[in-house]
């Protein structure tokens, strides 16, 4: 996969106004800035001029879209079909005897790891109690990397790429999930209607940005002060980051957080007078969630139960083998679990260089070429089984199998041309690195300064640590009150053109 150094320039692309037209670019494929080449903020550097003649002054005209970076952005414009058409048939071809292979590797490397360490990494056998911490440390982070490895697996079986057989897929998906403790069938209807509104601000159910106005709430101020506020302190930013790496997971599962939160839309009226959060009625347990329908009632029931028998089995080795070992053995590395299953979610969905969008400017194709690959080495290829380095196919074709995804995912790039993402500069590190600073500058989203018909709803990310473009000067509409003086409305804001 191509390292991204691309200069900015190399982001462009054919925009259209509407639906995606049928004309596949034909340009080389190029992959997006590092966010470590980010500019430097500039004031008020995202009003552009609209394009469009003398004789259709008076009609909305659409203007140039730029990224948070500053670079120019424009719509893609190719289709599904497209997409499919250009992946070798046999890339959808799917194994369950090669997929139980994988299941088979990973469990053994879980029950190898565990053997040795409990047999050799023994007081009789290390007298240094510093020095067996350290290994068993090791262990917790190995254990961590391996049981990745398995959840992704399972992850296959929600998508059903793991075999061409239903009940294989959600029995094995379901059986490596509940030892993971998720939920499978209560995450595998959620995570579909995620793939199905990918980059959607009002339907998304992953890693919805949070809108000015929500994060200026966040943060004790109103949307129209985000602009003058000082940077945050980076103690603030580590302790938020740490918050979203250990508890993102369960929080996810217990609250929907990250999720859209418009859930009076449900179909079946499910939703009404529930929100995301503690106790609010929307959660991945609870069978008359919003996040569901009535018919998935027994699916949700049988996915606690998978949660339930894996609880008590772990309720019966705290009980024998003591709560310090149940915590090295298994929470520990549950805990690194959590962290890569955020860490990597996050970064395929969070970066500088990728919009989201409104309604009115969403489609499908728009939102899957609104992810990003990223690269992380032996441990993303071979532990992770690829799942980093080739999600905007994912997002394409779910079901095409991990082993075939980059021959696939190099199919498709021809297509994609300019609007196919990637940032592989520095590899791992460079993963890790994208994690910390996309954190500082991926805070909030709001579209373009000055923009007009289907772009005012195409949104960038903006941030209050000076890092890419400044976000939008806004300015408080007043009220006359009944004395005759004013009345700031601050629920009310515009953009200064």
């Known amino acids: 996969m191509a390292s991204a150094t691309a200069p900015a320039r190399s982001l462009r692309s054919k925009m259209v106004d509407g639906e995606p037209t049928s004309n596949a670019t034909s340009s080389t494929n190029s992959v997006s800035v590092s966010p470590f080449d980010s500019p430097t903020q500039s004031p008020s550097s995202t009003s552009l001029s609209s394009l469009g003649s003398a004789d259709d002054a008076d009609a909305p005209k659409p203007s140039k879209l730029v990224d948070t970076l500053g670079n120019e952005f424009e719509i893609p414009d ?9 992946i070798p048939a046999h890339c959808f071809e799917r194994s369950g005897a090669r997929g139980l292979a994988y299941v088979a590797r990973d469990i053994a490397l879980l029950a ?10 023994t007081p009789a056998n290390i007298p240094s109690t510093p020095v067996r911490a350290a290994l068993w440390a090791g262990y917790t982070f190995v254990q961590g990397l391996f049981g990745t490895g398995l959840w992704v697996l399972a992850h296959e079986c929600g998508h059903q790429s793991f075999s061409p057989s239903k009940i294989l897929n959600d029995t094995v998906g379901w059986i490596c999930h509940s030892a993971l403790l998720v939920p499978y069938f209560s995450w595998k209807i959620s995570h579909g209607k995620h793939h199905k509104a990918t980059g959607h601000v009002e339907r998304d159910m992953v890693f919805v940005p949070k809108s000015r106005e929500r994060y200026a709430s966040g ?10 506020l000082m940077e945050e302190t980076p103690i603030m930013a580590i302790i938020s980051l740490l918050g979203q790496q250990l508890g993102g997971w369960p929080m996810y599962l217990l609250t929907n957080v990250t999720g859209h939160d418009f859930h009076e839309r449900q179909s079946e009226g499910r939703g009404k007078g529930k929100q995301n959060g503690f106790g609010k009625g929307v959660n991945h347990f609870n069978p008359n969630s919003p996040l569901y329908e009535s018919r998935d009632a027994k699916l949700i029931m049988l996915s606690d139960l998978g ?11 705290g009980k024998t083998y003591g709560l310090a070992n149940l915590t090295v053995w298994y929470f520990l590395p549950y805990l690194w679990v959590n962290h890569w299953l955020v860490a990597i979610t996050y970064l395929q969905h969070t970066d500088p260089t990728l919009p989201h969008y409104e309604a009115q400017s969403w489609n499908y194709v728009r939102g899957a070429a609104a992810t990003i690959d990223r690269e992380f080495g032996f441990i993303g290829r071979s532990l992770f089984h690829g799942i980093i380095e080739t999600h905007v196919l994912h997002h394409y074709v779910s079901t095409i199998p991990f082993y075939n995804a980059d021959e696939a995912s190099e199919a498709i790039k021809p297509v994609m041309g300019k609007h196919y993402r990637a940032d592989t500069k520095g590899g ?15 805070q909030w989203i709001e579209p373009l300064e000055g923009a007009q018909a289907e772009n005012k709803g195409v949104l960038f990310y903006r941030n209050r640590n000076g890092r890419g473009l400044a976000p939008a000067q806004l300015k408080v509409e007043k009220d006359i009150v009944g004395d005759g003086s004013s009345k700031a409305a601050l629920a009310t804001v515009a953009p200064v053109n």
């Open 112 to 121: 190898t790891t565990f053997y040795l360490f409990n047999t050799f990494v």
């Open 307 to 317: 949660i339930a028998i894996t609880a008590s089995a772990l309720f019966l080795v």
């Open 219 to 228: 943060v004790g101020h109103l949307a129209h002060e985000l602009s003058e």
């Open 428 to 442: 791992a590190i460079g993963f890790l690195k994208s994690l910390w600073n996309n954190f500082r500058i991926c």
């Open 78 to 86: 190719y289709t599904i079909k497209q997409i499919r058409d250009a």
